[in-house]
């Protein structure tokens, strides 16, 4: 609210509105208004104590004049705060009053002002107009202007006084200046001029008077009168102070005002001006300089030097007197010692001399320069001024220093330093400047500092102390300083060396052995790497050489009983000859020395000139000799060591040689010890190759020896670069243990370790090298020899020798190492016999014989290949449990051939490796001891021995002639009938004579009977029969025991050296590696071997014999084998399907023989034949997969039916095949008779139902590609059944959807593409886990459908899963409630579910009628979303 005033009417108006009443004077003040919270408190206050004194008074009256009183209360106060009241609301338009008020008072003053001037006209008209006259026309003037535009009729003085005169010109005012220099220069002359103002310029009319550091005065004369007097025009103080002033001027400008005012007065009043001046200012610049000086001593107490300096007497304008070095308050007593003073004064007697200069006591005639220095001030720097007298000082007390040395050693070197006070002694010559004594004067207190690199603090401070107190007790610190310099040296001299230097060596016969009569000055040296072997240093003083040493060299052994703690004991204390580094260097060149001379490391006596120190970096400090001394007993003593060790073990050497040029020494051994565990002729083969062995130090810590053995003849050529010479070195590496001592029995214990390695390998070569000429070339083919180094074998192997093995001994472990690796463009890549590395490694050490592992490796590289390319990653949702994971295939290799492969943990293959490019595969959930039992854990698969055989090779008429035998054998015959039909068998020697297998004449020794079988490879009963003598094979054959058997000697066989290989699966030729003996035929029982009652398998016609690998797979000849070229790689897609035979549960115990090429298509990923391209499913896998998962979905499906209330079951006579119905149709599933790779559906209706041909093919087609196919997930067939337990319409309506999945091409009008979701997809709505089965069928039926939009463009395409609810008793079709976690996705929902609720509004659902197609095909056809954006 706007404040308000009391009105000159006494009524409240706002603050500066105007008043009816005329406006004051503006001189009177104004009348201050009043606040209306103001107004209102003093309303209030009175109203309060009105109130207050009613109060008080009313008890006094009586009752009615009470009354009265409270009612003239009542309407007082009524009153007033009516009006206040009025006020407030009065106060409210206040702004709107306040500018009528402006208005009004202006238009009021407007009024008043031309009422005034309308009386002041009138006044003039009436009084001074009266006699007013115009004056006479200025005719002339008019006619001026007009004729000529001018006025010239002004008056003159105008011009005179306004208009300047015209300024001089250049020359005129150079020509004046001129002048007036000339009068300068003649006053100059005739005037009495100081001397100290003799630095004066003439110039521009002016004379400029400098006196250097004092002032600079500008003078000039106003004319050429002699008696004018000078002008002082300028005036500048020269004073400053750079140390305190901080670049401010000293003089402040008033103040030089008033300098120039005095001195100008003198110019006027004096007879010698010039004189007078130059006083004056002279007088004035010294007293401000000695200021100066005053101020900046106490600020140099303030901050820097404190009680170091003191200022004694100041007198202003006068002197200044300093006190420095005043021992009594550096707290130093020291007797009578005059205080040193510096004044600085002001020369009474001739005023015109500079700041004068003073000691106390007087400066010492040392230096001129440094007297010259401390005598003058020019540069007004107190602190300079004292730095110089104490450095005069200083050198004055290092002077008197140098004498007493000189005094004690007239030989004396020493020297001063002017620089910095600082006297250097050389301690002991020759000396590094970095190892003299330098002794400095503190510029501050005077006090003597010594200085050494090195030193401890505390004996520096000792030092110091002594020699302040008397300089000549300098003489006994040097001498314990020289001693603790060659200490010094000696311990930097080997520094770099393995060594540990002490004053002191406890020892525990130190009183009775030489080494304590040693003088008190020496050195322990301990050699690090030998810690029992000492270099004791003993130092003497130097005869007539106060700053020379003497050394002696001593080599100390010390002795401490293993286990003890005690002091160790000295034993051996013996001198180094003298001059022992120059000894054998002159041996070396052929000069011979003097003998019993002791070397001295100061070198030459006769040098009387004396020397100054070396600068830092010349080797002056270094001990030659005793660094020699060191390094000498640290190189040899661990070689003496080696040879003690070596003599101890009883192995012959030479023992330490010198080498080269006397630079490095070796041992070399006359005989290695033969190695245990390696036969005779191994050892003495070994011994002939071997040349030389000798031992060496290497590497800078001495702790590293080489052992370099060098042999000859080599028994292998390797393909090496490296390994081409007629002798082969072989470095041994050894790092000595910092535990043992260098060159003890540790290192010859490593040496006979490796040579214990090479030796077995040696063995092994050996045998290798006689087997080379007699290998089959093949094998030659398939290897090389890339290194052989010795210590290791390395064998490359494969088409490209893209593979390789090591074979090396483990000492540690006592056996050969086996390491696989990939050379050349295959670096990088996993070897493929890394699966069955620990069975090669324990065949290797049973039977070490390289053939036999190449053998090996060539029969199983293929195989392997193929192996590993089955899929291996465990996978999620394949049984009920879908959180559990399960390995698709689990490789569990049994022996270096024999590799059984776990399909889910349910069904079990295994494979065996044979010779010339075949394997054998059988089931291995079958007993290897009995064919009717199963191995725990694992089922048979029903059909293997059927779908095995598509995969052998089409030549093979003999084998698929007697599939039907197999499944069904005969009794046991005699051998007399196998006789009879050994005509029949196809010859062998017809393969051989091609030259690719050449017969082995001299074979390794068979392995399989080395190698440490699993449980379930143990030998076992098998069928088989011996091929007659007279066969054409003429070889011992075998049928199929599958695993590791005895050798034949042990069924008493005898085997001569032209046996063929040992095999678990029979021989397939001569050359074959692996031969076997049938049981039937052994003179004996078969250690290990359980007893089986009744007659043996194979004791029948060998035609019929699943055992008799010569019928039921032979060899394929050279143009079907893998190394005969491009025709024999024969795909089984071109086989002629395989007769319809008769299964026996156990005939997939009998093994099927397959090739390379057969392997590797049956273990390869590739598209499920049979099966349209178009509707395939995207998983690839192997056909072996695609069989036993086939299998495995059969066999849930019988679980499945059994559990499902609507399928019945019904028995079928065919084997392997499962038939069932529904309450219309008739199912059958069996495997696919072409491939067995797939699992076919065949649907019959009840009656002549609904049902049409297209329908029900629509229907197998689904459960062969999208149920029964890879991932063969129980899931999905489970809610296969479910949905083939629906009603009719409804599963015919499930199978118009699958139309659409399989055949999207047949509704090209449709927007989207649909798939029944069997399982819960991941990115369905969370209503339960993902890969539960997704069909529900109760009062309502619960699926999913995927629905994929069609995009013409190729980008990614937009997918959204919708859940559908059927009910079955409105035949209502839309969309499940189910809640959605992301936005997103709630939008296409919100779409889905709008279109299902409005087909189902158009199209009411008839009674039978089911809408789950129709209203499918309406969300197809109509369903938009943005192509951009995911739903």
Not at 767 to 788: G, H, K, N, T, V
């Amino acid at each position: 609210m706007a404040p308000v005033q009391i009105g000159s009417d006494g009524q409240l108006v706002p603050v500066g509105a105007p008043t009816s009443a005329p406006q004051p004077p503006p001189a009177a003040p104004a009348t201050q208004g009043v606040r209306l919270s103001v107004l209102i408190e003093f309303l209030l206050q009175r109203t309060y104590h009105e109130i207050t004194l009613l109060a008080e008074l009313l008890p006094r009256k009586t009752d009615m004049e009470r009354k009265i009183e409270i009612v003239q209360f009542a309407s007082r106060t009524r009153q007033l705060f009516v009006r206040l009241l009025a006020l407030v609301k009065w106060a409210s338009n206040a702004g709107k009053v306040e500018k009528c008020a402006m208005i009004s008072a202006f238009l009021d003053q407007q009024a008043f002002l031309f009422v005034d001037t309308a009386d002041r006209l009138a006044s003039l008209a009436r009084d001074a107009l009266v006699h007013a006259r115009l004056p006479s026309f200025a005719i002339p003037f008019a006619i001026d202007v007009l004729t000529t535009g001018s006025y010239p009729r002004l008056p003159t003085c105008i011009r005179d006084k306004i208009i300047p005169p015209d300024p001089i010109t250049k020359a005129e005012k150079q020509t004046t200046l001129n002048q007036l220099n000339q009068i300068l220069r003649h006053r100059l002359v005739t005037t009495d001029l100081p001397p100290q103002l003799a630095n004066l310029t003439v110039a521009n009319g002016r004379v400029k008077f400098r006196v250097d550091g004092e002032f600079e005065a500008t003078l000039t004369v106003m004319g050429d009168d002699p008696d004018i007097p000078w002008r002082l025009l300028k005036l500048e103080i020269l004073v400053e102070d750079k140390e305190t002033g901080d670049g401010r001027a000293l003089v402040h400008s008033m103040q030089v005002n008033y300098i120039h005012e005095l001195v100008q007065s003198r110019l006027f009043a004096d007879e010698k001006p010039l004189q007078d001046m130059y006083n004056c200012l002279h007088s004035f610049c010294l007293s401000l300089q000695l200021e100066v000086l005053h101020s900046q001593t106490l600020m140099l107490i303030r901050e820097r030097w404190g009680d170091l300096v003191q200022v004694e007497r100041y007198l202003p304008a006068k002197c200044l007197t300093l006190a420095v070095w005043n021992q009594q308050v550096l707290g130093r007593k020291t007797g009578t010692a005059s205080v040193h003073k510096v004044s600085i004064k002001i020369d009474e007697t001739d005023g015109s001399k500079p700041l004068q200069i003073s000691h106390e006591p007087l400066l010492p005639v040392c230096d001129s320069k440094l007297m010259e220095r401390a005598m003058k001030i020019d540069h007004l720097s107190v602190e300079k001024l004292l730095i110089d007298s104490v450095h005069a000082r200083s050198h004055q007390k290092l002077q008197e220093l140098k004498a007493i040395l000189k005094s004690n050693n007239p030989s004396d070197n020493s020297f001063i330093e002017t620089a910095l006070p600082t006297l250097v002694i050389p301690i002991l010559e020759p000396c590094g400047r970095s190892e003299c004594l330098h002794i400095f004067v503190d510029l501050h207190s005077g006090m003597l500092q010594p200085m050494l690199y090195g030193i401890d603090q505390s004996m520096l401070d000792d030092i110091e102390k002594t020699i302040n107190d008397d300089m000549k007790r300098i003489i006994t610190w040097l001498q314990q300083l020289k001693f603790w310099l060659g200490e010094q040296r000696c311990r930097q001299s080997v520094k770099h060396l393995p060594t540990l230097c002490t004053d002191i060596l406890h020892l525990s016969n130190s009183a009775s052995h030489p080494v304590g009569n040693l003088s008190k000055h020496r050195l322990f040296i301990r050699l690090t790497r030998l810690p029992q072997y000492y270099i004791v240093v003993e130092m003497f003083d130097a005869a007539n050489s106060p700053t020379e040493l003497q050394y002696k060299y001593y080599f100390l052994s010390v002795s401490q009983l293993e286990g003890e703690d005690g002091l160790p004991c000295a034993q051996l204390l013996q001198q180094f000859k003298p001059n022992l580094e120059e000894l054998v260097q002159d041996l070396s060149s052929g000069r011979m020395v003097r003998p019993g001379t002791k070397r001295k490391l100061s070198g030459e006596q006769g040098a009387t000139e004396p020397k100054k120190p070396k600068r830092s970096g010349e080797m002056c400090a270094f001990n030659k000799e005793l660094a020699h001394l060191v390094a000498m007993c640290d190189t040899n003593m661990p070689l003496i060591g080696l040879r003690c060790e070596l003599s101890n073990m009883e192995i012959p050497h030479q023992g330490v040689q010198v080498e080269g040029d006397g630079c490095s020494h070796a041992i070399r051994l006359l005989r290695v010890p033969p190695s245990k565990g390696v036969g005779e002729e191994t050892r003495k083969a070994l011994d002939r190759s071997l040349l030389d062995c000798t031992f060496r130090l290497q590497g800078r810590n001495n702790r590293t020896w080489v052992a370099e053995l060098v042999f000859a003849s080599c028994p292998l050529n390797s393909t090496s670069s490296k390994e081409q010479a007629s002798t082969r070195h072989v470095y041994l590496t050894y790092e000595n243990p910092l535990s043992e001592p260098v060159g003890g029995r540790k290192v010859v214990e490593m040496f006979l370790n490796d040579w214990n390695s090479i030796s077995q390998l040696y063995e092994c070569v050996l045998e290798f090298s006689r087997a080379l000429p007699e290998m089959p070339s093949y094998l030659s083919l398939f290897s090389e020899i890339r290194l052989y180094n010795y210590r290791k074998l390395v064998l490359c192997y494969g088409n490209t020798k893209g593979s390789s093995v090591t074979i090396q001994w483990n000492s540690v472990t006592q056996r050969f190492h086996l390491a696989l690796g990939t050379v050349g463009p295959n670096s990088g890549c996993s070897n493929c016999h890394n699966i069955i590395l620990h069975q090669l490694q324990e065949m290797f050490n049973k039977t070490p014989n390289v053939v036999q592992l190449l053998q090996v490796l060539s029969d199983t590289q293929a195989p392997l290949n193929a192996i590993n390319k089955l899929p291996t990653v465990p996978m999620l949702g394949l049984t009920q449990r879908t959180n559990t994971a399960y390995q698709c295939f689990s490789i569990l290799p049994q022996s270096p051939t024999h590799i059984r492969l776990a399909f889910r943990n349910m069904y079990c293959i295994d494979i065996y490796c044979r010779s010339r490019g075949v394997v054998a595969i059988r089931d291995g959930a079958y007993s290897l001891f009995d064919n009717t039992k199963i191995v725990e854990g694992f089922y048979p698969a029903p059909g293997l021995k059927t779908f095995l055989n598509m995969f052998v090779d089409s030549n093979q008429d003999a084998r698929r002639r007697s599939v039907n035998e197999d499944d069904n054998p005969p009794s046991p015959v005699g051998v007399d009938v196998m006789d009879t039909l050994m005509p029949h068998i196809p010859a062998q020697p017809t393969i051989r004579g091609q030259g690719v297998y050449p017969p082995l004449t001299s074979p390794p020794t068979p392995y399989h009977g080395n190698v440490a079988p699993s449980p379930s490879m143990m030998p076992t009963q098998s069928p088989g029969n011996i091929h007659a003598a007279n066969s054409p094979s003429g070889a011992l054959r075998a049928p199929s025991p599958f695993g590791p058997t005895p050798s034949p000697s042990s069924l008493g066989i005898s085997m001569g050296q032209t046996s063929n290989f040992a095999s678990p699966h029979g021989a397939l030729d001569p050359s074959s590696p692996y031969p076997m003996v049938s049981p039937s035929q052994r003179t004996g029982t078969w250690p290990g071997s359980p007893q089986v009652s009744g007659p043996s398998p194979g004791a029948r016609i060998h035609g019929m014999s699943p055992g008799n690998p010569s019928l039921h797979s032979p060899i394929p000849d050279a143009s079907h084998s893998p190394r005969a070229g491009p025709s024999s790689q024969v795909m089984p897609t071109s086989m002629p399907p395989p007769r319809k035979l008769p299964q026996r549960s156990w005939a997939a115990s009998i093994p099927t023989i397959l090739t390379h090429n057969a392997l590797h298509v049956l273990l390869l990923p590739s598209p499920t034949m049979c099966v349209v391209p178009g509707i395939a499913g995207s998983y690839l896998c192997s056909p072996l997969e695609r069989f036993l998962g086939s299998v495995i979905m059969r066999r849930h499906l019988q679980r499945i039916i059994q559990l499902e209330p609507n399928l019945t079951i019904v028995n079928s006579n065919e084997p392997g095949v499962i038939m069932f119905k529904t309450e219309v149709l008739k199912c059958r599933v069996a495997l696919n008779p072409k491939s067995y790779q797939t699992l076919q559906l065949k649907v019959t209706p009840e009656n002549a139902g609904p049902w049409s041909q297209e329908e029900l093919q629509v229907l197998e087609k689904f459960f062969e590609t999208r149920v029964a196919g890879p991932p063969f997930k129980y899931n999905t067939l489970n809610a296969f059944t479910k949905l083939l337990g629906a009603p009719t319409n409804i599963l015919r309506d499930c199978v118009r959807i699958m139309k659409l999945e399989l055949f999207p091409d047949q509704a090209a009008q449709l927007k989207w593409n649909v798939q029944f979701c069997l399982t819960i997809p991941p990115s369905a709505p969370p209503i339960a886990p993902p890969g539960t089965i997704a069909v529900v069928l109760k009062t309502k039926m619960l699926f999913f459908l995927q629905l994929t939009q069609r995009l013409p463009v190729p980008q990614e395409p937009i997918s959204i899963i919708v859940p559908i609810v059927y009910d079955m008793a409105t035949g209502l079709t839309q969309q499940a409630d189910i809640p959605r976690q992301h936005s997103s996705s709630g939008a296409a929902a919100l779409m889905v579910s709008s279109i299902l609720r409005r087909f189902n509004e158009h199209h009411p659902a008839r009674p039978g009628e089911c809408t789950i197609f129709a209203s499918v095909h309406e969300l197809m056809a109509n369903l938009t979303l943005n192509p951009g954006g995911r739903p």
